[in-house]
Nanobody, 124 residues
């Protein structure tokens, strides 16, 4: 059983930056693709970014491309999401998750369970 704990959220003004972290434990972290998702109030959970198990490939939703960067440190069992040029529409609870397989097809339906997430609020 894997445990994923997200952290790093907070309140930031538009144009600001935050770095989210997702610490994994309980099984081999380095062999799994990792993804970030988010859910805004009243909206469906949506894909944000994913990274391959080697860290060599990344994939982003169009809405965050060029502003967000996903990375991972397999020695620390941690994946990061650097968020720059934040906008009010980025306000959401952010979640991470993991699974084997290609990052290009990662979807919220791949995951039967989720952690508690971390709240990101961007003020205008």
């Amino acid at each position: 059983q894997v445990q994923l704990v997200e952290s790093g959220g907070g309140l930031v003004q538009a144009g600001g930056s935050l770095r989210l972290s997702c610490a994994a434990s309980g099984r081999t972290f380095s062999s799994y693709s990792m993804g970030w998702f988010r859910q805004a109030p009243g909206k469906e959970r949506e894909f944000v970014a994913a990274i391959s198990w080697t860290g060599g490939s990344t994939y982003y939703a169009d809405s965050v491309k060029g502003r967000f960067t996903i990375s991972r440190d397999n020695a620390k069992n941690t994946v990061y999401l650097q968020m720059n040029s934040l906008k009010p529409e980025d306000t959401a609870v952010y979640y991470c998750n993991s699974r084997p397989g290609p990052i290009w097809t990662m979807s919220k339906s791949d995951f039967p369970s989720w952690g508690q997430g971390t709240q990101v609020t961007v003020s205008s």
